[in-house]
Nanobody, 117 residues
Framework: QERLVESGGGWVQPGGSLRLSCIAS???????????IGWWRQAPGKERELIAH???????NYDQSVAGRFTISRDNDNQMVYLQMDRLEPEDTAVYYC????????WGQGTQVTVSS
């Protein structure tokens, strides 16, 4: 089945870490390696926001809310993108999604990240 599948979320205490994964499974994503891929998040009651993206060559760009704490990376051979999240804060609580930068792919289910003590 062609879809984006995010995983790796969970509950973590403030200051903790999580590593999210996203796989683009199927022929629909055949251009994966030449596209800029991003991670978005949607907190309760808020709109979905782009927090990080990575160019086809591996250059990462971050929203100021996560810069210095999150690291985006990609594996083009396996059509996967990752988000290493360190020094997590309660404000990072959200559902996290991946997509190509222009949001042209169907959204996946996302993965829930909860940061609380």
């Amino acid at each position: 089945q062609e879809r984006l599948v995010e995983s790796g979320g969970g509950w973590v205490q403030p200051g903790g870490s999580l590593r999210l994964s996203c796989i683009a499974s199927g022929e629909m994503f055949s251009l994966f390696r030449v596209l800029t891929i991003g991670w978005w998040r949607q907190a309760p009651g808020k709109e979905r926001e782009l927090i990080a993206h990575i160019s086809k060559s591996g250059y990462g760009n971050y929203d100021q809310s996560v810069a210095g704490r999150f690291t985006i990376s990609r594996d083009n051979d396996n059509q996967m993108v990752y988000l290493q999240m360190d020094r997590l804060e309660p404000e990072d609580t959200a559902v996290y999604y991946c997509n190509e930068r222009l949001e042209s792919w169907p959204w996946g289910q996302g993965t829930q990240v909860t940061v609380s003590s």
